[in-house]
């Protein structure tokens, strides 16, 4: 299987060396379910676009530091393809950033969350059965990082997960689109060095917070990735 990476932002180069671009990100969480899955990386923000789709067996959006609503030429370009992709019955996940996005281009609303900044792990409630039922409970735990968040659904779309800081955690629609608002990719260090960053953005409490959960909750990030690898076989 290949798989295309639409890459929306970059790491910080302080931290590349450690934790790598968001597309290794993806690589490792994702080999250590199919260590034979092949990669292709386009880089958004700069302006790289795939030309064709043939032999991409499905496309990853990644998180960003943007927000969708920004008024960003790259941003309107990357709706466009979504629908293009959409249209041609191709097969997109899509993570925090890449969530909000696809939201937005097939018609949903995203906005600054007033619930403020959610960081660390956060508890996702399930509803999709043909993914817990892999034995492990309708509950998963995953990363989060956002302060914008998905207020609408497109229509004919399927929220599959939410808790009480994010009513529209996940989407599904059809057997061509899947989406979550967590990231699978990151691991704690990673998020541990972006709440500190940002701390005097999220603030003192919601950082505190967060960092007690990435020792009392077990992040889920490989579980997330045979999810998206199960839908994007299927």
């Not at 958004?44 to 795939?50: A, K």
């Not at 043939?54 to 990357?78: A, M």
């Not at 609303?109 to 039922?133: A, E, N, Q, R």
């Not at 990735?225 to 076989?233: E, K, P, T, V």
Request: glycine fraction near 10%.
């Amino acid at each position: 299987m290949k798989i295309g990476i639409l890459k929306t932002d970059a790491v910080r180069p302080e931290w590349t060396p450690v934790f790598g671009e968001y597309p290794d990100m993806f690589e490792r969480v994702l080999k250590l379910v199919d260590p034979n899955l092949e990669f292709e990386i386009w880089d958004i923000e700069e302006g790289e676009f795939p030309t064709t789709t043939d032999g991409i067996d499905g496309f990853i959006i990644t998180g960003s530091k943007s927000s969708v609503y920004d008024d960003k030429p790259w941003i309107r370009s990357l709706e466009a393809l979504v629908r293009e992709l959409y249209e041609a019955r191709k097969k997109v996940i899509g993570i925090c950033f890449g969530h909000q996005l696809i939201a937005q281009a097939l018609g949903g609303l995203v906005d600054k969350s007033p619930k403020g900044w959610g960081v660390g792990v956060h508890s996702y409630t399930v509803s999709d059965t043909s993914l817990t039922d892999d034995g492990e409970g309708e509950v998963v735990h995953l990363l989060a990082s956002h302060q914008d968040q998905v207020m609408t659904a497109p229509a004919g779309a399927e929220v599959i997960a939410r808790n009480e800081h994010c009513e529209i955690a996940g989407l599904k629609i059809g057997e061509q689109i899947l989406t979550f608002q967590g990231h699978p990719e990151f691991i704690p260090e990673f998020s541990r060095e972006i709440m500190t960053f940002r701390r005097p953005m999220i603030g003192d409490d919601r950082v505190q917070a967060g960092m007690a959960s990435l020792d009392a909750i077990e992040h889920q990030g490989e579980r997330v990735a045979r999810w998206i690898l199960d839908f994007l076989r299927a």
